[in-house]
């Protein structure tokens, strides 16, 4: 038949159709995942290196019986799969990225979840043993950054000492939300770092910080991963207390796919019990949002 010859009101409803399908965008495009199937959530890398994303899994199950399935990954990596329907639900920590795609529509129903803070680490000079009976010095950093509280200004002094050949720091991974508050925080310092004496990570957050050990150099991490990691002995932190370097994770949901579990998921790990398992984590998260 053609279309000439379909009546009026069936016209106005094929209108109506494509302009509905255009209004909605992704929405229109989503797929049920079988509720047999685990719950696939995407996380953080600082998230799973700390043990947040374990102790969470076996919270929920213990409480509700849901399964749970966890991918780590880089934040924006993360947010990628979650527009694609590759996960059912991401907790990442890059607000900007993903406030962007909550305002284009193609992820919904953006929580908080949990804050904790970055600290910037740094090789330590350990002092010679003390006589007997006297207390031994506190350990410093080359730079003498250790006690200080301006991120900004203590990455401008390693740039600096960096481009004299006194000092390393290794660069988190792309895409990673460490690397957009590194990147941030040189901006705010005034220097776009470069040289032999910025080292780039491939790796996790724990990935990046054993490698900041191995060279002696300056690293920014994630406070979780910190306390979680056993390699980081030749390093203390010099710079912690920055209100630049709050570390906050949000939740959020899928467009593409819909997991019969997904909004049970986050009910429950935003709600009371949810918020009792995320004080208690490793790694020292909070559950309360920290104040803008």
Request: no cysteine; hydrophobic share 45%.
């Amino acid at each position: 038949m053609s279309i000439h010859r379909l009546p009026r009101r069936r016209l106005l409803q094929a209108a109506a159709a494509t302009s509905l399908t255009a209004w909605l965008g992704p929405a229109l495009a989503q797929q049920r995942r079988p509720q047999t199937q685990a719950l696939l959530v995407g996380v953080a890398t600082s998230l799973h290196d700390s043990g947040f994303a374990l102790h969470i899994r076996r919270a929920i199950a213990r409480d509700t019986g849901l399964a749970v399935d966890s991918t780590p990954g880089a934040s924006e990596r993360m947010l990628s799969l979650l527009e694609q329907g590759e996960v059912d639900v991401a907790i990442t920590h890059v607000p900007q990225a993903e406030e962007a795609l909550f305002k284009q529509g193609l992820v919904h129903d953006r929580r908080f979840v949990a804050a904790n803070r970055f600290v910037l680490a740094g090789p330590l000079e350990r002092p010679p043993a003390p006589a007997k009976g006297r207390k031994p010095p506190p350990p410093k950093d080359p730079l003498g950054l250790m006690g200080g509280s301006d991120a900004a200004q203590a990455l401008a002094q390693i740039a600096q000492a960096g481009a004299q050949g006194q000092a390393v720091f290794v660069a988190p991974a792309d895409r990673s939300g460490a690397r957009a508050k590194e990147l941030a925080l040189w901006q705010a310092a005034g220097t776009s770092p470069s040289g032999g004496w910025y080292q780039r990570a491939a790796g996790s957050m724990a990935e990046t910080l054993a490698q900041a050990n191995e060279l002696g150099a300056y690293v920014l991490v994630d406070r979780g991963v910190w306390l979680a990691s056993r390699q980081r002995d030749r390093l203390g932190v010099v710079v912690e207390g920055d209100a630049r370097l709050a570390d906050v994770y949000h939740a959020m949901r899928s467009f593409r796919v819909n997991h019969p579990a997904g909004k049970l998921f986050l009910d429950w790990l935003t709600g009371p019990t949810g918020r009792r398992a995320i004080a208690s984590a490793p790694g020292g998260y909070s559950a309360v949002a920290p104040r803008a």
